[in-house]
């Protein structure tokens, strides 16, 4: 688990190693152990590979990066973890190739070099990386499947840069940073963000999960995102109920086997709920007597505290607790440091439990953390997609069964025949239709605090964001979590947990997240994953039985690390009204509305929103970052 960066300059200035040295002390908390620079100069052209190392396998010099085949020809930069490293280098060996080390860089390397792009569906882990062929004159970057780990790039002006962190990316822009304004629209009035390549910076693009890019060092021409891996949504496994739950349950035990790979201390982090609980009692299940360390977020004296459920998780598997409370006077006293550290804006202060979760860890001497992201995209987690189960069951005119589901569904906890038919009324909506729709669900394409007519005179788009695409007659349900996996949900929980996690130089791995998984259950039945009756998650959930107490299997509501938003940010009003304040000089935003729509909250006048938060996260973000950067430039 590490930082890279790196690029390609035609005619690169002559603080090109300053500036990639003060990259990598950008991310030195995502590798505190030890750091790398390569320079390849070509004539008058450059090629520069940096990496920051947190070392967590193979903990000895050589591990080092960028690291070179034996060749010399081929040099990487990785982030990340190949957890079937050791099975990987078996084959490898069996094919005539020598290892000179015990990483998993090493493996990663040479499979490139052996199996090229097809390498990539071959690795469990998390990863990207960036590899130079020197022969070919190629600099190939890869993300995997679920974008667990980030990247970053820009091609501008006959040059080419990427990175982990966009904080680090900036030192290698040769120009000031400039707002994205359409991604900032998006952001601030539809709470859209980390669903496509654009960031909050204009030129800087996510590879999105499951690509690669190739940039040519020769023509100076970069190659449009390939995308190595498509989540299928056909039904094409005909497993009974009971025999899915059973390969569900040996594969994520398997998974959590790979998962626990380490040189240095575990621990995981423990919400209570169905997914985190299950990845702590799977550890004491396959290891019964390993000492299992949680990290738990406390919302004390609150209706969403978790504190009952993780108790049990914890009796049950005998583990080492660590509890975190805080209260609003931390949040002021970590903004800005949160907000930094995730590079871009999001979307609520449930952030900083996670943020504090990770702090406690580090604090305890805890290098890496197993966590249970990814559960309720894979396995239709949250309220279950409801609108999309009963389309699926229209599309095959099954009318009796849809109204029954709607029925059942609507019987749980939190749920009622009227949202059961919201959701589907949403699924039928259209055109002028659905943004009506929106527009009564309080959800307006113009906003006072927003100046439209300077962003439709810049070309803004003010519209909704795309829904899903290609959804399937009978698999719409299927289709959307596929669609969650890789673009509109997920990504943005994984920014959010590498983020946090990388702040205190912990690795955050996902044992829910591997292509064998994902692939067999988008292959299944609906309902095999919300049942007939309304049940969320219904497949894991029998998968779990006799591994994760039956109270918490049998649970219907799901808080996770949520806070409390609407009582911080009132407690912490006055810090918000100077936050607020402060004139950031955006032509598109008014300031003074926004001051004026959060006094009428104060008030009691409005309803609550987490309009605030991101009213608060954008405009010290733009601050810390963007105008700090500017300033930075403008001085030097």
């Not at 499951?210 to 005909?238: M, Y």
């Not at 931390?330 to 871009?344: H, K, P, R, T, W």
């Not at 900083?352 to 953390?369: N, P, S």
């Amino acid at each position: 688990m590490c930082g890279i960066v790196g690029g390609f300059w035609s005619q690169p200035p002559n603080n090109l190693e300053d500036r990639v040295n003060n990259a990598i002390f950008k991310m030195k908390s995502r590798g505190p152990d030890d750091s790398g620079v390569k320079f390849f100069n070509e004539k008058s052209s450059c090629v520069a590979l940096a990496h920051t190392r947190l070392s967590i396998i193979d903990l000895s010099p050589s591990g080092h990066q960028p690291m070179f085949s034996s060749d010399k020809n081929f040099s990487i930069i990785f982030n990340g973890e190949i957890y079937n490293h050791l099975e990987l280098k078996s084959e490898l060996k069996s094919l005539g190739y020598k290892f000179n080390t015990n990483s998993d860089t090493e493996v990663l390397l040479i499979s490139w070099i052996h199996w090229g792009k097809e390498s990539l569906k071959k690795f469990i882990g998390m990863f990207a990386f960036a590899v130079y062929d020197k022969n070919q004159q190629t600099i190939t970057c890869a993300r995997d499947a679920f974008g667990i780990k980030p990247l970053y790039y820009e091609s501008k002006n006959e040059n080419f840069i990427f990175g982990s962190d966009i904080n680090a990316l900036k030192e290698l822009k040769l120009e000031n940073l400039e707002l994205n304004w359409q991604r900032s629209y998006d952001y601030l009035v539809h709470s859209d963000y980390d669903s496509g390549p654009q960031s909050f910076i204009k030129d800087i693009l996510h590879l999105m999960p499951g690509h690669l890019i190739e940039f040519n060092v020769a023509s100076k021409l970069l190659s449009e995102p390939f995308r190595w891996w498509t989540p299928q949504t056909d039904k094409n496994c005909n497993l009974t109920f009971d025999e899915a739950a059973s390969k569900i349950r040996k594969m994520f035990l398997d998974s959590i086997r790979l998962h626990l790979r380490s040189d240095v201390p575990i621990g995981t982090a423990l919400s209570g709920g169905i997914d985190s609980s299950s990845v702590a009692c799977a550890i004491r299940f396959i290891d019964p007597e390993i000492p299992i360390n949680t990290f738990s977020y406390i919302a004390k004296n609150s209706d969403l505290s978790e504190e009952a459920w993780v108790d049990i998780a914890n009796d049950y598997i005998n583990a080492k607790e660590h509890k975190v409370y805080f209260n609003s006077h931390d949040l002021v006293n970590d903004l800005d440091d949160m907000i930094y550290s995730q590079g871009e804006p999001f979307g609520s202060t449930s952030i900083y439990a996670q943020y504090r979760v990770f702090k406690l860890a580090k604090e305890h001497g805890i290098k890496v953390t197993l966590d249970g992201q990814g559960a309720d995209e894979l396995f239709a987690g949250y309220y279950g997609y409801p609108g999309k189960r009963i389309k699926s069951l229209l599309d095959g005119y099954e009318f009796k069964a849809a109204l029954l589901f709607l029925f059942n569904w609507s019987s749980w906890p939190g749920r009622s025949i009227f949202k059961g038919l919201k959701y589907c009324l949403a699924e039928f909506a259209t055109g002028n239709f659905y943004n009506f729709l929106r527009k009564i669900h309080g959800d307006p394409l113009e906003v006072k605090w927003i100046n439209s007519s300077v962003l439709v005179n810049a070309g803004i788009s003010l519209s909704y964001p795309p829904s899903i695409v290609n959804s399937k007659p009978k698999r719409r349900l299927i289709s959307t979590l596929a669609n969650a996996l890789t673009c509109k949900g997920l990504p943005s929980l994984l920014r959010h947990s590498d983020r946090s996690s990388m702040r205190f130089s912990i690795e955050s791995r996902v044992p829910f997240l591997t292509l064998d998984i994902a692939n067999f259950v988008l292959s299944l039945p609906e309902e095999y994953l919300i049942s007939n009756k309304g049940e969320t998650k219904s497949l894991f959930r029998s998968a779990m039985r006799g591994i994760v107490p039956d109270k918490i299997l049998d649970r219907k509501d799901k808080v996770g690390f949520s806070t409390p938003e609407e009582d911080i940010l009132i407690q912490m009003e006055v810090s918000i009204r100077g936050w607020l304040s402060k004139d950031i000089k955006l032509s598109f935003l008014n300031q003074k509305e926004i001051l004026n729509e959060f006094n009428m909250f104060i008030a009691g006048k409005k309803k609550f929103s987490q309009q605030i938060w991101r009213w608060i996260n954008f405009i010290r973000w733009y601050q810390l970052v963007v105008l700090d950067n500017a300033s930075v430039k403008k001085s030097a």
